[in-house]
């Protein structure tokens, strides 16, 4: 068993050695802490190993033990840009050329993040975000920077739940994503703000619709130009133990978004997003871990531009869904729930695994009802990545219903 995660943990390394993380559609980029190859611990931080640990024994079999520099809160940039590889089911293979900056505004706050990757895919895909996450002293502020460039041909399969896999073709088109937002605490773990966010979808092309007949898209409305500017209304409560891989704690995000035409739209729509996430640690050694996910992405008012719609995978992390490709199902209004119990495999903590099980619902175009629920399942590996961090190579092979199924990659885990 170790000999096969020791080869495991080899090939990972040469994959995923970054300072940053792309999600399954490579858009969202999550930080890991930097822990120094200098100096020697005075432990062996309980015994854990990690996938470093291990490139380090290959590469420099006399290595002390590293030292864990997460907690040191200096103001010195830590900047690190490797090549790294990724895979989703609307991607396919992808390389990455990524960086990460890391640094404190005060030592009494959180750690400041300023990330960028540069990808390209097997499918001529090009994926290009700028993100950033600034916490002033004290965590009084939080400002927060999601840009992003995407030129993007992908699937779509209409409205509903009532499609299927051979409904699916491609829609071609290039995007820019500005959200940002400035967050200010208001109690302790609670934070609320406002932000602005502007989306616009150009070159809409459907490049291989079904012959004869009329595109859902075509029926909503179809533009080869969309365009979104709106405020938002945003409130966070996080008490969770580690925003990477959390084993208790309670996270809760809500998002309000009124589009309105004094901010250019052509017509008015507002949005509520709401994610929660809970957190129950089963066992003392945190070795057994029950996680919950509850995502609703609604449409309160008005009619979103069809690339807006809340749809499978199209939530930040573009992790909903398992078991389904990205934009497999599509509608005004989406419901979704999903549990899954993580566990290890080695006492050494390099090995681990999860057990998952997801639920999702969209309304139909004609009804406005939730009538359908497309259930996902599968079960994954994880490869510690960062023992100081807790990050996770995660591994999970998912199967949805229709024939849908896929392996899907992450570093970090899912929610």
């Known amino acids: 068993m170790f000999k096969i995660a020791k080869r495991l943990a080899t090939i990972s390394l040469w994959l995923f050695s970054s300072a940053t993380v792309e999600a399954q559609d490579g858009q969202h980029a999550i930080p890991i802490p930097i822990d120094s190859l200098k100096g020697c611990a005075t432990d062996d931080y309980n015994n854990q190993l990690d996938v470093i640990d291990i490139g380090r024994e290959i590469f420099n079999k006399n290595a002390c033990k590293r030292v864990d520099t997460g907690e040191v809160k200096s103001r010195k940039l830590r900047i690190s840009v490797v090549p790294a590889a990724g895979y989703t089911l609307q991607t396919d293979f992808a390389g990455i050329v990524a960086g990460n900056a890391s640094f404190y505004t005060n030592p009494n706050a959180n750690a400041s993040t300023i990330l960028a990757s540069f990808t390209y895919t097997e499918n001529n895909q090009i994926i290009l975000p700028f993100q950033t996450s600034i916490w002033t002293k004290g965590n009084k502020y939080n400002i927060i920077i999601d840009w992003r460039y995407l030129y993007f041909p992908s699937y779509t399969y209409g409205l509903g739940g009532y499609t299927s896999l051979s409904d699916g073709y491609l829609i071609n088109y290039s995007t820019i994503h500005l959200h940002q ?189 939730f009538e359908t629920i497309a259930p996902g399942y599968g079960l994954g590996i994880r490869l510690k990545f960062n023992k100081f961090s807790r990050t996770n190579v995660a591994l999970d092979y998912g199967f949805g219903i229709g024939g849908s199924s896929g392996l899907f990659v992450n570093v970090g885990e899912v929610f």
């Open 181 to 369: 937002a400035l967050l200010r605490k208001v109690a302790k773990d609670m934070y609320a703000g406002v932000g602005y966010n502007l989306d616009y979808y150009w070159n809409i092309k459907e490049l291989n619709p079904p012959p004869n007949k009329v595109t859902d898209f075509e029926n909503y409305g179809y533009q080869q130009t969309e365009f979104a500017s709106g405020f938002t209304f945003n409130y966070l409560y996080d008490t969770r133990d580690n925003p990477i891989n959390a084993r208790t704690g309670n996270f809760v995000n809500i998002i309000y978004r009124p589009n309105l035409t004094i901010f250019g739209n052509n017509v008015e729509w507002r949005s509520l997003v709401i994610d929660l996430r809970k957190y129950i640690k089963l066992s003392s050694n945190a070795r057994h871990v029950l996680a919950f996910w509850s995502y609703e992405w609604l449409t309160l008012s008005g009619k979103p531009p069809y690339m807006m719609l809340p749809n499978t995978g199209g939530d930040p992390y573009s992790n909903t869904g398992r078991g389904y490709i990205q934009g497999r199902y599509r509608g005004t209004d989406m419901l979704y729930a999903e549990g899954e119990y993580r566990f290890g495999i080695t006492n050494n903590g390099l090995l681990g695994g999860v057990l998952f099980a997801n639920a999702e619902s969209f309304t139909e175009q004609v009804s406005n009802r």
